[in-house]
């Protein structure tokens, strides 16, 4: 996950990450990335039951009933023993997780062990005595999944009616001062839409929005062919990038992040290159704290049946199941073949990012995406999209343009 407005725009500083000694029980939310411990942030799919049918749902939810899901009562297990290994935040997804009849119990026993309790949700399901209670549960912040505007949303989600139902949800959680924000996987079904979601941004007040590259996982895996191209993609970063600092000079307090492709760590590092070389040394340092992609190393995942994979796109890779061991336990031990590959420090990954010169602040990029693609854990991830001379550290990059950001 990569701060976009933050860097880009100066609102954090490695002052601000040193100030809580990088520890990630000390550190607010919005500096978690820059933890030196890297405990990692936990992704419960808590049910797989979802009423929409988003093409790109890693999970392959759908409006049923999935035997197997983890009760009430090893819920709460698995949140002690989460607790009790210091986890910073737990996200609490699906599916749907306001599907889970006990959900915002689940939640508030989170709040109570003193761990933050995040909803990915896709907003359907948020009435007002919905939105309520999730304000009274205390979740730290509430990430509403949209592709687009009405038309293409609707479509991608394959439900009529999906997109004003899911602004009603934003709508209803910014009113009561919910931290909100907009989760949006770009890919070729909807990249025409990037104008309008940051317009959305802008007209509707939304303070966050996450743009996610997509992930070859679930459904989603199913959706490589319409993947962007290396240009289409950097094309597209780029007017995240314009865009995020063009809220930032007109004094719009939005906070912009990409997330799952750590390509973005480096195209940061040389945009900012070419225009303040200074700030873009400071921006290479707390990107070096960030460490690029950090799958089994600071962001997990528990599936609906108990399962722990390395992230939340690693379903096909069970690590250990949370009935028979502690995550814990399971999170700890490199026994596995995928989990010692995820904990190499550095990864001996092949292709182009065994001679890139920014392998630090990228790490191999997503290797759930790479095995996807090329049926090996090592190979390079497709998604990278600097040239080769940029990433090649025998070759100089040229001389920074000495000039100002305005």
Known sequence: MLSVTRLLCGTATPGDALRYGRESGKLPAHLLHFSEDKKPVVVWNCTRRCDLKCVHCYADAADKDFPGELTHAEGRALLEDLAGYQIPVVLFSGGEPLLRPDIFELAGYCRDLGMRAV???NGTQITDEVAD???ATGFSYVGISIDGLEAVHDKVRGVKGSFQRTMS????????????GLRYTVHKLNLDELPGVFDLLETENIPRCCFYHL????????????????????KAVEYVFERSW?????????DILTVDNHTDNAFLYLYLRDRDPEYAEQVMQMLRWNGGNQSGIAIGCVDNLGNVHPDQFSWHVPLGNVRERPFSQIWEDTTHPVMAIMKEKPRQIGGRCGNCRFFDICNG????RAHSYWGDWRAEDPACYLTLDEINPAVPLPA??????T
């Open 215 to 234: 992930a070859y996982a679930g459904r989603g895996d199913k959706l490589q062919r319409f993947d962007l191209t290396p240009e289409e993609t950097r």
């Open 169 to 180: 949800a934003i709508r209803r959680c910014r009113d009561r001062g919910i931290r909100v």
């Open 133 to 135: 209670r999730i304000l």
């Open 400 to 405: 920074p343009a000495l000039e100002a950001r």
């Open 246 to 254: 063009d809220f930032h000079r007109r004094g719009i307090e939005r």
């Open 119 to 121: 909803l990915s949700t």
């Open 365 to 368: 990029n997503l290797r759930v």
